[in-house]
């Protein structure tokens, strides 16, 4: 599995052989515009205040593969993989990077991920953690082993919108899929939108008189979901699509605690 990179609609899923060799012309967001047995302010309280993010982003790792590692438990994922993204693959989850979120759009994901911090945007000083957790004002970063709260306020000031995170694909998704395409990622795609509408008879799956297609009357319910999230509205389901129908869901999937209250 090491080595093979898969585009995935407007994000990218790969290995950590191809993700050192991303060009950043490649790297394109779909995005536009309790997990946890602890509680957020518990979590928040035993977490030591940062007195600077300027003082510990020389701290952080410059390897990314640290922080795939760093985020691996997480998802329940094995963490001492030389690469964890190939080691997704074997259990149906693969890594996804974007790089045009913002804190609302991250606020709204809820999804434990990596940000990619810089100072003053100079990519030479490029560094990476793991954001666990986020409040109204503040968000936990894990360093190594240790939790550090920094406001909202600085780590807008080093993050530029680079976020990464494991995301599981629905069985039989296809970046490539356009307008007729059926299967079983189609048919999920219409019955998360009819959860999400309170259709009293969902899509069932194995219809065989009824095959789910993604038809025109679909793809404009998709872009009505992808309006109210702030994603790019074109239709088409991408991961950063599927991974905001989880989170308006709340499906059981890691969360960051404070951002879903």
Known sequence: LAGTGLLLGTGLAFTLSDWRGAPKSLLHAEATGKSSAVSATAASAATPIAPALETLLPQLPTDIVQAWAALSPVFKLDASSTDPC??????QM??????????PLLRQLARPGIVTLQMDGNAATTRYAVLVDMG???????MGGTRHTVSLSALARHWRGEFATFWST????NPAARGGATGPAITLLAQQLDRLDGVANPTLPGNALNVQKLDEPLKQRLRDFQRTR??????????MTYMQLES????????LPGATR
């Open 86 to 91: 190939a080691a997704a693959l074997a259990q």
């Open 170 to 173: 629905p069985d039989g998704y």
């Open 230 to 239: 702030g994603l790019a509205i074109d239709g088409q389901p991408g991961p």
């Open 136 to 142: 109204e004002q503040t968000a936990i970063l894990q």
């Open 248 to 255: 308006a869901l709340g499906r059981n999937i890691p969360r």
């Open 94 to 103: 693969q890594c996804y990077r974007t790089t045009q979120l913002n804190l």
